[in-house]
């Protein structure tokens, strides 16, 4: 039997104790072996006598603080020690009738959970009048298990309890942060009615839906419930009354007790409010007429709408109509719940620290030079174009995000918010590219027909010789306008094209050019130009710059026209070369006849934060598939990646555009490309590619390190360069993610452990395996230090153990495992993860026998199969699931899946043919790692993937896991084949079409 501990909070203004509370601490009583009761409010003698016959202890204090203060008061009451001694500490409020319902019926069915703590019900995520509100347990009833009343967090959280003075800071600070504070130190949660997924209107079911809570078994009913109006107290009143055994002459005493309006607000009532507080009514007259004249009707009638909405529906849900979204929109407040989800998935798995190796630059090397904008300092010309103290720092930190998964604001880490005028930022600037490859910096340069400005980061670099870097410049020679966007709206600066700017130009960044670190092209030195078509006459500029040189310097210029807004004929204007301006430039055909417009853009429309914004989302997967198929028609000289792109920082909101769905991996993909395209088959040496930026920070393009990928982009970087380097220990420094495979290791194994409990049956199968294999374990963070060193390293050596958050079940840390490990070298892969599905009574069965086929005894005919290089997918024979027969609610995210790799038609056919298409069910599998092809080179991404809400059916990780099959079979000519606990392997029939026993 468990021992239980009972925390109860009781007030009453009126210093009274309700019969209601008494009932209730009565029928509850035998479920704890102490029960702790805190009155805020003064009891009487009488009423003092009645509590000490149902409770174990009394604790009488002020109302300070309110009910987490009492609760905080508790717990230290009894004491850390004490706490130890009870499996469960419950914290419970008077707010509420009953038990309706049996409670002991709720604590049966939590206390089988693997839970650290949980409530009656949730609040879904939303925003509110405190701001954006995570998801998180209504506080009047919680239950918190040993393992979260032993847990620092959870002591940490209380004794942090501060006595506030405002009911509404307690709820901000306390009730809807408790919940998330804790989940984020580790801890497992859950609701017995659980709101994640329902589309009701209000999110507060306590107050709006009561009846289908004690439909569903809920034991209490909030007092509010019967306040929202007339005909909802009335029907709740009628259907305790009729279908439970509560006394409902309990709640009718209550409200006659303390004039509540139960049931109705009528005339009579209201006259009655008047003529008990007639001053108070006057004032609130008097201060609606002073609103209506000071500030005007308009404002009157919003202030007034919004406060008898709030009175209505109890201040903490407002309802969402056309005329009143300003105060709550139950849509934008989900999309914010899932945007934390996404961003935080995010950072979990690129979110890198800095490597300890650094890059040794070979000869030969590729030169990957990165464009660097100077916009970091204030100056004269920014402060009267957009106030005092202006820098690019300015439009970054005012950034919010618009729609979910954009990450906005994106800040740095390691350098900070830093000030270019000091040359040490400079200085580290540079180390960090070093250590990671990175060539050197091209300059923005902003000249204006003679006017200078923010020349002064490259004044600095120039001035200090021993700084061992490369450079160079690109003459940014765009109109300077007030909105910093390319337009010729609101213009500071204007490109006059005088008679002697071509002249006048080249002798200012003559002295660049003549350094000796200068980036140079066949011995010249390069100069590259924005915007040539805004020149005169481009022709004309490049002819006299080229003469001034060969005059001055006896030296060659080698000219650069970028093609970010018009297509050229180098021999028509003069120059020797083009270079490439991606992603904006990718997303136009007339620049670049092989970009197809199809597909290009997302519709976030139903995933907006920003109800108001306005804007456009670019799919980058889409952008960088297309660079990748067609670098041979790039007809540009030099190739330019961006590792992402979003101006959502300068347009705040307006007009912004974002390459969406952006990832490292991708972008090492596309680098990888470009330096195979330019090393391997156009043969160069020392080939130049630029990166767009090395920190442009209003644009999300950088390679510096950020608070939300840190150092990920620049390893990303060097491992990519480190395989086209002349020095070998770069490959060994910068290996491919870090990766380093056994010497003889072929097979790969990715096991998802999200239930520690597993492990054991898992690592004893895993012994039946008599090659040498590589283990790679996805796991909760928190269980990383720990778990890893105990057991994980006293059975295997060669293990990675990766932290991954609980997002996308299994199948997304699979997903990117998989893309990670692709060209280890590993032949073949074994998929396997802690199913427990405990929406199942067989679920552990399921697991054990999927197992116990995968990992059999006898091996040999796994062996032999594994070496057939046209094997595609080996699962366990019991298993094999008709894709006709439980394509459930996964069609429309399977097609999406199949439309990466099959045409239209191909789709349809495999739709109309499913019974041709099965796959293993519970998604535990052998494979060639090149059969996962289709599926990596989809590069699906965290956002891809639903919030976890316990969904059986349904989701993308249910789509991929059909992908999985036949489907994959079909499109790389590989084999399907099962196999059973005895190590027997077959083939699976052509057709399946085949109820699946643990999908019934």
Request: charged share 25%; proline share 4%; aromatic share 14%.
């Amino acid at each position: 039997m468990k021992k239980r501990l009972l925390i109860y909070v009781h007030y009453n203004k009126d210093g009274e104790f309700a019969p209601h509370v008494a009932y209730q601490l009565g029928k509850i009583r035998e479920l704890y072996d102490k029960i702790l009761f805190i009155s805020n409010s003064v009891l009487s003698d009488d009423d003092r006598a009645t509590v000490e016959k149902l409770a174990s202890e009394i604790i009488q204090r002020e109302n300070v603080g309110f009910d987490f203060a009492a609760w905080r008061d508790g717990l230290t009451s009894v004491g850390w020690d004490e706490l130890a001694k009870y499996d469960s500490v419950t914290l419970m409020n008077d707010t509420c009738f009953g038990p309706i319902h049996s409670l002991d019926a709720v604590y049966k069915k939590m206390d089988s959970q693997e839970i650290d703590f949980w409530g009656l019900i949730n609040h879904a995520a939303s925003n509110s009048e405190f701001g954006y509100i995570p998801e998180h347990l209504q506080s009047f009833f919680i239950c918190f298990n040993r393992s979260a009343t032993m847990a620092v967090a959870f002591r940490k959280f209380w004794e942090g309890v501060e006595d506030e003075q405002d009911v509404n800071q307690v709820i901000a600070k306390y009730e809807t942060r408790m919940t998330d504070l804790l989940k984020k130190s580790g801890l497992k949660y859950e609701a017995f009615f659980n709101t994640n997924g329902s589309k009701r209107k209000f999110q507060n079911y306590t107050i709006y839906y009561p009846k289908l809570l004690l439909k569903s078994g809920f034991p209490l009913v909030k007092v509010k419930a019967f306040l929202v109006g007339k005909k909802s107290g009335k029907s709740l009143r009628g259907y305790v009354t009729k279908k439970t055994d509560y006394p409902v002459k309990y709640i009718e005493e209550y409200f006659d007790r303390y004039k509540l309006p139960f049931l109705e607000l009528n005339n009579d009532n209201f006259v009655k409010v008047i003529l008990r507080k007639p001053y108070r009514f006057a004032r609130k007259v008097w201060h609606g007429l002073e609103i209506i004249v000071r500030r005007g009707p308009r404002e009157f009638t919003k202030i007034f709408l919004k406060k008898v909405l709030a009175r209505l529906y109890g201040g903490d849900a407002i309802p969402v109509s056309s005329g009143f979204s300003e105060y709550y929109n139950a849509n934008l407040a989900n999309n914010y719940a899932e945007h934390q989800v996404i961003v935080n998935s995010d950072k979990v798995y690129w979110h890198s620290d800095e490597l300890k190796t650094h890059y040794v630059r070979g000869d030969g090397d590729p030169r990957v030079m990165a464009i660097y904008l100077p916009q970091f300092h204030p100056f004269k010309e920014n402060d009267q174009a957009w106030g005092r103290g202006f820098t690019e720092w300015t439009n970054v930190t005012a950034s919010t995000p618009r729609f979910v998964g954009q990450e906005q604001p994106v800040f740095p880490s390691d350098l900070g918010f830093y000030d270019l005028r000091n040359p040490q930022i400079i200085h580290e600037q540079i180390g960090l590219a070093k250590k990671y490859g990175v060539y050197g910096f091209q300059f923005y340069y902003y000249w204006f027909s003679g006017k200078k400005v923010m020349e002064m980061p490259i004044d600095i670099f120039l001035e200090h010789k021993d700084w061992d870097f490369h450079f160079s410049i690109c003459w940014a020679n765009e109109n300077w306008t007030r909105k910093w966007d390319g337009s010729d709206d609101e213009v500071i600066f204007e490109q006059k094209n005088r008679e002697s700017d071509p002249l006048q130009f080249i002798k200012d960044v003559a002295k660049y050019l003549n350094d000796s670190r200068y980036v140079t092209e066949n011995g010249k030195p390069i100069l590259t130009v924005y915007r040539v078509d805004l020149l005169d006459d481009a022709k004309k500029y490049a002819r006299i710059w080229r003469e001034y040189f060969k005059k001055e310097y006896d030296k060659e210029l080698w000219l650069i026209a970028c093609t970010n807004f018009a297509n050229f004929d180098v021999s028509d204007i003069g120059f020797d070369a083009t270079m490439d301006f991606t992603p904006t430039n990718s997303t136009v055909p007339a620049i670049k006849n092989y970009v197809s417009e199809k597909g290009k853009f997302i519709d976030v429309s139903n995933k907006l934060i920003d109800a108001n914004w306005s804007g456009y989302c670019v799919d980058y997967r889409h952008i960088a598939k297309t660079e990748m198929e067609n670098i041979a028609k790039n007809s540009n000289t030099y190739k330019t990646i961006s590792p992402s792109w979003c101006n959502e920082a300068r347009r705040k909101g307006k007009g912004g555009v974002t390459f969406f769905k952006s990832s490292p991996e991708l972008y090492a993909k596309w680098l990888d490309t470009i330096l195979d395209y330019e090393t391997n088959i156009k043969k160069k040496s020392m080939p130049i590619v630029f990166i767009n930026a090395w920190n442009e920070w209003a644009e999300s393009a950088m390679l510096e390190p950020s608070q939300q990928l840190g150092h990920n982009t620049l390893i990303r970087t060097a491992e990519v360069i480190a395989k086209y380097s002349q020095n070998p220990r770069n490959k060994i420094n910068f290996p491919e993610y870090g990766i380093i495979r056994s010497g003889n290791a072929k097979i790969a194994v990715i096991v998802h452990l999200y239930y520690l409990d597993s492990w054991k049956l898992l690592s004893e199968k895993l012994r039946n395996l008599d090659r040498s294999f590589d283990l790679f374990i996805s796991t909760r963070p928190e269980y990383v230090d720990t778990f890893y060193p105990e057991r994980i390293s006293q059975y295997h050596k060669n293990t990675t153990v990766i932290p991954v958050p609980n997002h996308g079940r299994d199948v997304l840390p699979f997903v990117m495992i998989a893309q990670r490990i692709r060209n280890a070298g590993y032949e073949n892969c074994l998929k396997l993860h802690s199913k427990k599905s405990k929406h199942r009574d067989d679920g552990q069965e399921w697991a054990k026998d999927i197992y116990a086929s995968l990992l059999p005894e006898d091996t040999k005919e796994l062996v032999v199969a594994l070496d057939d290089s046209e094997m595609g997918i080996i699962g366990p024979k019991r298993h094999i699931v008709s894709l006709s027969k439980h394509m459930g609610g996964d069609e429309r995210a399977l097609r999406s899946l199949m439309a990466n790799i099959f045409s239209a038609k191909e789709v349809d056919n495999i739709i109309k043919h499913s019974e041709m298409y099965p796959y293993f069910g519970g998604t535990m599998f052998w494979c060639r790692m090149n059969y996962l092809d289709p599926l990596s080179d989809m590069f699906l991404i965290p956002s891809d993937f639903e919030i976890e809400m316990g969904q059986i059916d349904g989701t993308l990780a249910h789509a991929v896991e059909r992908l999985l099959g036949k489907i994959v079979c079909e499109k790389n000519g590989k084999k399907m084949k099962s196999i059973d606990t005895l190590g027997r392997v077959e083939d699976v029939a052509d057709k399946y079409d085949q109820e699946y026993k643990f999908a019934s």
